[in-house]
T-cell receptor
Framework: KQEVTQIPAALSVPEGENLVLNCSFTDSAIYNLQWFRQDPGKGLTSLLLIQSSQREQTSGRLNASLDKSSGRSTLYIAASQPGDSATYLCAVPTNFGNEKLTFGTGTRLTIIP | EPEVTQTPSHQVTQMGQEVILRCVPISNHLYFYWYRQILGQKVEFLVSFYNNEISEKSEIFDDQFSVERPDGSNFTLKIRSTKLEDSAMYFC???????????FGEGSRLTVL
């Protein structure tokens, strides 16, 4: 059974700093991994989808890496801004070829102006 | 930019009442999903739907739940007889590909009294 863990559960950093969020998963036989952002009381916004054949995926100030063999992914946020404050979730398919996602509990990020 | 839309944004109902949550997926997407998030907990999979039938469902998705695509644009989740523990945020999602990037709606908050 796929288990997804995100550490830390919460993180506060001053504006302008670079930061890394971590995601680990137990079953490495995955098609892809997706990072989402969730603002309080809101829906999930897709940030990056990284395929199992890729090592990295970039979008603006965001960079996601994937190491399938070790069951880890990181989300790197450069030059953080107060608007980056949100909960960041990673999700992986529950089984290889399966459509349904297993989510982590998320990292609640606060950027201090 | 295409988006998934959900209605209502918030519904309050009495225990035992039927509830229908509505979703309009992104127009050219073929795979549809419902997820839910109980307050303070992980996002969890309910059901996936493709080619006018359920492709997978979780153990949460019991006989009280049903999904339907009544026309070419809407995708609904019905809860026949709501329980207190059904109180949660319900998210609709769609994807253009199997195991592709999922796009989520803003959610429908269901409160069962």
């Amino acid at each position: 059974k796929q288990e997804v863990t995100q550490i830390p559960a919460a993180l506060s950093v001053p504006e302008g700093e670079n930061l890394v969020l971590n995601c680990s998963f137990t079953d490495s036989a995955i098609y892809n991994l997706q990072w989402f952002r969730q603002d309080p009381g809101k829906g999930l916004t897709s940030l990056l989808l990284i395929q199992s054949s890729q090592r990295e995926q970039t979008s603006g100030r965001l960079n996601a890496s994937l190491d399938k063999s070790s069951g880890r992914s990181t989300l790197y946020i450069a030059a953080s801004q107060p608007g980056d404050s949100a909960t960041y979730l990673c999700a992986v398919p529950t089984n290889f070829g399966n459509e349904k996602l297993t989510f982590g509990t998320g990292t609640r990020l606060t950027i201090i102006p | 930019e295409p988006e998934v839309t959900q209605t209502p944004s918030h519904q309050v109902t009495q225990m035992g009442q039927e509830v229908i949550l509505r979703c309009v997926p992104i127009s050219n997407h073929l795979y549809f999903y419902w997820y839910r998030q109980i307050l303070g907990q992980k996002v969890e999979f309910l059901v996936s739907f493709y080619n006018n039938e359920i492709s997978e469902k979780s153990e949460i998705f019991d006989d009280q739940f049903s999904v339907e695509r009544p026309d070419g644009s809407n995708f609904t989740l019905k809860i026949r007889s709501t329980k207190l523990e059904d109180s949660a945020m319900y998210f609709c999602a769609s994807s253009g590909l199997a195991s592709g990037e999922l796009f989520f709606g803003e959610g429908s908050r269901l409160t069962v009294l």
